[in-house]
Nanobody, 127 residues
Framework: QVQLVESGGREVQDGDSLTLACVAS?????????MAWFRQALGKERELVAA????????AYGNSVKGRFTISKDDAKKTIYLQMNNVNTEDTAVYYC???????????????????WGQGTQVTVSS
């Protein structure tokens, strides 16, 4: 049974930094899975924050977070992280971790392309 558990969400101030983590279990070969962070704000559609594929240098970011957020993947710990710097109120949302097994070179960036999801962690940015 695949399980993704997010942590690290909290209330922060405009301009602060925080790190989210997602621990995966039940994946036969974590290395060969694409992993991603999506977010969904109240009344809005779920959108890509960042994704990481397997193979060197395979990352993708949503336009609104480029240059501020960084995704990383630790295969040994079966964990991905999202380092969030210089957050603003527009970053307030529930952040979801997602995964799907994919061939080398294929990095999915849409929610429909992911097979497994975590329960989400709330990030609230106050001005």
């Amino acid at each position: 049974q695949v399980q993704l558990v997010e942590s690290g969400g909290r209330e922060v101030q405009d301009g602060d930094s925080l790190t989210l983590a997602c621990v995966a279990s039940g994946l036969p070969s974590f290395t060969f899975y694409n992993m991603a962070w999506f977010r969904q704000a109240l009344g809005k559609e779920r959108e890509l924050v960042a994704a990481v594929g397997w193979g060197p240098g395979r990352t993708a970011y949503g336009n609104s977070v480029k240059g501020r957020f960084t995704i990383s993947k630790d295969d040994a710990k079966k964990t991905i992280y999202l380092q969030m710097n210089n957050v603003n109120t527009e970053d307030t949302a529930v952040y979801y971790c997602a995964t799907v097994r994919a061939p080398l070179g294929q990095l999915t960036i849409t929610p429909g392309g992911y097979a497994y999801w975590g329960q989400g962690t709330q990030v609230t940015v106050s001005s």
